[in-house]
Structures are given as C-alpha cells and as structure tokens.
C-alpha cells in the first residue's frame, strides 16, 4: 500500500511539474521561438558537422559555419520555389474563376432552375420549414462575414506589423544556429560536470532521449504531410484537376488542421464538378477523399507510435483527447505528457 501511494505521489508531482513547464514554455514561445528553432535545427545539423570535422579535418567553427549555411541556403531555395509556384497558381486561379464562371453560367443556371422546380413541388409545410431556415442561415452569414471582414482587415494589419518580428526570428534563429551546431558538435561529457557523477549517465540518457523524440515526432509528421500531399496530388492528376501543386499542398497543410482537414480542398472541387455535370471525375474523387481520409486515420497513430515507442492507443487516445480538450495545443500536451511519462519511466525516476 505504501508504494502504491508513493507511486502515485511521483505521478501527481510529475504531472503538475509537466503542465507547470508545458505553460511556461508556450506562455514565452513569443520570446524563445528563433533559440527552439535553432535548437532543434543544430540538433539535425550535429552529424553532418561531426563527418565533416572527422573526414575533412575541418575545424568545427568552420564545418558549423559549412552545414548552417548550406542547409538555410537549400530551405530558402525550397520555400522560394513553393512560393513561387503557390502565388503563380493562384493568380491563375483567380483569373480563370470569371472566365469558368461565365462558360459554366447556363448549366449553373439550369442546376438552380432544377432545383426551383423541385422546390416549388414541395409540401408548403416542407417549404415552410426551408424558407425559415435559409433566412436563418443568410442571417447568420451576413454576421459572421462581416465580423469575418473585420477579423480578416484586423489579421491582415497584424500581419503586416509582425513582418520585422518574423524577419528578426528568421535572422537569429540563423546567427543561434551556427552557435547550438558549433557547441553540439564538440559536445563531449566535460559539459556536464556540473552533474554528480551518480546522476550524469540518468540525465544525458534523459536528455538525448529527449531529443530523439522530439526529432521523431516532428519527422512522423513530416511524412504524415508528404503522404497526404503525394496521395492528394496523384489524385488530381488523374481526374484532371487544375492547379494540382498548388492544391495538394494546401490539403497536406490542411491535413495538420483539426477544423478543416483536406475536406476543406476536396469537398468544393467535388461540388464543382457535380454541379458542371462531371459526375464520374466527382465521384472519383469522392471516393478518394473517403480513401485517403481513412488511410490517414489509419497511419497517424500506427507512425507515431512506432517513432516514438508508444503504444498505438495510447497515440490514439492522447490524439483524441487532446483534440477534443483544446485542439493542436491539446494534442501536444498530451502527446509530450506520454512522452515524458515514457522517458522517466525508462531510467527508473517513476
């Protein structure tokens, strides 16, 4: 009895303990997102530095210098091209919308005649019910656009004020890089002195776990995205949809979003091209949104459960309930809760 109390002591410290660091942490992000930036970024970079220094006899300032620039050199040449190839489609995208309008606009016109005709057959109680509801629903349209307008005109000043904030991350989080990749990479057991010698092998297995973990779940999700933007564009190519690129990065950005999810791209291109009368390629891609919405379902838990040595439930149950507690932040608590309950438990601190 007395060490099921005493466990269950440890449990109720460590989790306050967590929530308590977990606030912190995404109370300041605003304060130390370019040094997390950098820091997870040298943790990557550390490898490629410590081949270079090894094989090439490269000093570690140098070979630090060497990797950070190459690497924001290649992410900026690839932010470049996907920006570029984003805004290029969606001016396209923009001026074909008029042109498709007015090409389309007699079988528009017969869709809503039909749907005139069939609404008028109507029972008048059934039509009664509909009338209420729609003036309902323009209602509250006309409201949540305009406060939409509002937020949009508000988000785009606050945007537009954060510029030179997110220029000034870019710029230390490049300078903080080159600085976490020249320490790690000549980081050797000297560094942690500071320890008892009792508790150093506990805390650097902690700490490397730590990182390893980190860098496993930001990886799983990376290729949870790829999946979902190849699969996406795969489909569009076959059914011939427009602006493909351009699409099937938005579902892999969409995919991370709990509200809208690739439906969010999938379920307007689907209405448009049953209301033009394109059933088959609508159907299609009807069913490959069901496909590549279950596929997902299916390989979120089973990928981070496997990169991060949890147990699929237990990935599906801190998915869920974060979810439904307070969305990505919710997600992320209980995600790195698992984690770090995981972590503790393996050197025995649990």
Do not use: W
């Amino acid at each position: 009895m007395e060490n099921i109390l005493r466990k269950i002591d440890k449990l109720g410290i460590f989790f306050l303990l967590y929530t308590f660091v977990f606030i912190i942490f995404f109370g300041t992000i605003a304060y130390t997102l370019p040094f997390v930036f950098a820091f997870i970024l040298a943790s990557f970079l550390k490898k490629p530095t410590r081949y270079l220094m090894v094989n090439f006899r490269i000093k570690n300032a140098t070979a630090s210098l060497l990797t950070t620039s190459i690497f924001f050199t290649f992410i900026i040449i690839l932010f470049s091209l996907i920006i570029t190839t984003l805004t290029s489609e969606s001016i396209q995208l923009g001026k074909n919308i008029q042109s498709y309008i007015t090409l389309n606009k007699q079988i528009l016109l017969n869709f809503f005649n039909n749907l005139q005709n069939y609404y008028k057959n109507l029972d008048p109680s059934i039509i009664s019910n509909i009338e209420s509801n729609i003036t309902n629903y323009i209602t509250k349209t006309i409201n949540i656009g305009m406060n939409a307008s509002t937020k949009i005109f508000s988000q785009t000043l606050d945007f537009v004020s954060t510029i030179p904030y997110v220029l000034m991350v870019l710029l230390f989080t490049l300078l903080t890089t080159y600085f976490f990749t020249r320490d790690l990479s000549s980081l050797n057991r000297k560094n942690f002195n500071i320890i008892p010698p009792k508790s150093e092998d506990r805390i650097h297995y902690i700490f490397d776990e730590s990182k390893k973990m980190l860098k496993n779940y930001l990886l799983s999700y990376l290729l949870i995205i790829t999946i979902t933007f190849l699969e996406t564009l795969v489909v569009f190519l076959v059914f011939k949809v427009k602006y493909a690129v351009t699409l099937s990065i938005l579902c892999g950005i969409f995919d991370l979003l709990p509200i809208f999810g690739i439906g969010a791209v999938y379920l307007p291109i689907i209405i448009i091209f049953f209301i033009s009368r394109n059933v088959i390629a609508a159907l299609g891609l009807l069913i490959s949104y069901i496909i590549i919405t279950i596929i997902r379902q299916i390989i979120e838990p089973k990928i981070v459960s496997q990169s991060l040595g949890l147990h699929p439930v237990a990935v599906l149950a801190a998915i869920f309930i974060g979810l439904k507690a307070n969305g990505i932040v919710g997600i992320l608590f209980c995600m790195f809760l698992l984690v770090s309950y995981n972590i503790l438990k393996k050197v025995d601190v649990l």
